[in-house]
């Protein structure tokens, strides 16, 4: 241990006597470490951000929507046609293993009275499950119950814009507001979900009981969609299929024909997006890693050029005893020195780096220690590497011709 001390003390002083071009050689490896902890936070940052929206808009969700229809030449698009009954929603719920919780759903966009305040947004009609399936739950008041399903009751959960446009500065819950010249009671209000990662805002909305919606609102007696939650995000998978089959047995579809039907799986989506966000960051990480080589270069150059200075020093070391392994274990340790040093300044300047970045253009980072022992790992494994050639060289000199060296 204490022959280790010495060695790492000679080291610094050697390194000391050159303080400048020992700082341009480290500045190779603290650009290289701090791109990469940068680079690889700015990516990690992006898949958080990619999870957190995803993880927002509900719990291993899936959506069963109508297909498209096709007639005279004129086509719609998928959820255009109305083949998605209460009867479908129900046997999903009965008969689908992997299905957690269900809710159908009906939408209508409407303009919104209170008092001289309007607002046009969407009413969404659900169910009771519906904060269950999209971890939605009410800052104040309460949400509607079963028996407000059944008997069609004029009531309604407010998002926080809309609460924002039609109440500034007012409790809504307990107030009366007009949709399509309707009276309806609010009886509570959403916490606050913010923007989806397409920029839409989820806070602008209306709940309400489905069957209020889809008989006084819409005067229909199909569902537009139903909203699933799988038991567990692998199980959304079986889920889907679950429900494909089962849809397929009551729309009574052959086997030649294609579903009537679409069922999205979100944690699908969600893994795409994530695999596109893994690759990205593999490339910037790559990118930055060319920096570290760069690095790495310049630390043998400096010390083969130290190894042609030293040549009589080394001469002198060989004349008092030092063997050749003594003299490549030191500079050896010299290049490790150099390098760890820059990677310690590296993983500095990568943090506040990504904290700048995150601060001044707003771009989500996350540092992570993996990262951080990643960079440094291979920055003292590049030290090693680059520090191996040189310190080879200057223990095959022989000891007589580095004396005479001038």
């Known amino acids: 241990m204490i022959l280790m001390l010495t060695i790492i003390r000679v080291a610094m002083q050697a390194l000391g006597r050159n303080k400048m071009r020992s700082i341009l050689t480290m500045l190779g490896i603290i650009i290289g470490v ?22 927002s808009a509900g719990s291993n969700m899936l959506y069963v929507m109508s297909g498209s229809w096709s007639h005279g030449g004129v086509r719609g698009g998928a959820g255009t046609m109305s083949n998605l ?27 919104v009275v209170f008092g001289n305040q309007n607002w046009f947004t969407n009413v969404q009609g659900v169910n009771t499950k519906f904060s269950a399936i999209r971890l939605w739950d009410v800052e104040s008041g309460s949400f509607f119950t079963e028996q407000d399903e059944n008997t069609t009751q004029r009531v309604c959960i407010l998002g926080k814009t809309v609460v924002d446009n039609l109440f500034p500065g007012m409790d809504p819950v307990g107030q009366e507001i007009r949709i399509k010249n309707s009276p309806w009671r609010v009886i509570g209000v959403l916490k606050a979900k913010g923007q989806t990662g397409v920029g839409q805002d989820q806070d602008d909305t209306i709940i309400a009981p489905y069957t209020t919606v889809q008989k006084k609102m819409l005067g229909i007696t199909y569902i537009q969609q139903v909203m699933v939650s799988a038991i567990s995000q692998p199980a959304s998978s ?14 009574r579809i052959p086997a030649t024909e294609d579903n009537d039907f679409m069922v999205r799986n ?3 989506m969600a893994e795409l997006a994530n695999s596109s966000n893994q690759v990205m960051t593999l490339l910037l990480a790559s990118i930055a890693f060319v920096s ?79 990262a951080i022992g ?29 004396l005479r060296y001038e």
């Open 292 to 370: 570290l080589v760069v690095g790495g270069i310049g630390v043998m150059n400096i010390m083969l050029v130290s190894v042609t200075e030293r040549t009589r020093e080394i001469g002198i070391r060989m004349a008092v005893g030092a063997t050749g392994g003594d003299i490549q274990f030191q500079f050896l340790t010299e290049a490790v020195v150099l390098a760890i040093f820059g990677g310690l300044l590296g993983i500095t300047s990568g943090i506040i780096t990504s904290k700048v970045i995150s601060d001044s253009l707003g771009w989500p980072t996350l540092v992570s220690t993996a």
């Open 34 to 55: 701090g791109a990469v902890i940068a680079m690889v936070s700015i990516g990690q940052g992006a898949q958080k951000t990619i999870q957190d929206q995803i993880a």
């Open 85 to 111: 009954t209460i009867e479908d929603y129900e046997a999903i719920v009965r008969e689908c293993s992997a299905v957690k919780n269900a809710s159908p759903v009906v939408r209508s966009s409407a303009s």
């Open 238 to 251: 079986t889920a889907e299929a679950q429900i494909t089959e089962l849809l397929r047995q009551r729309h």
């Open 374 to 402: 990643m960079a440094f790992s291979f920055a003292a494994g590049i030290g090693i590497a680059a520090g191996w050639y040189p310190a080879l060289k200057a223990s095959r000199l022989d000891p007589i011709e580095a």
């Open 266 to 268: 979100l944690s699908d």
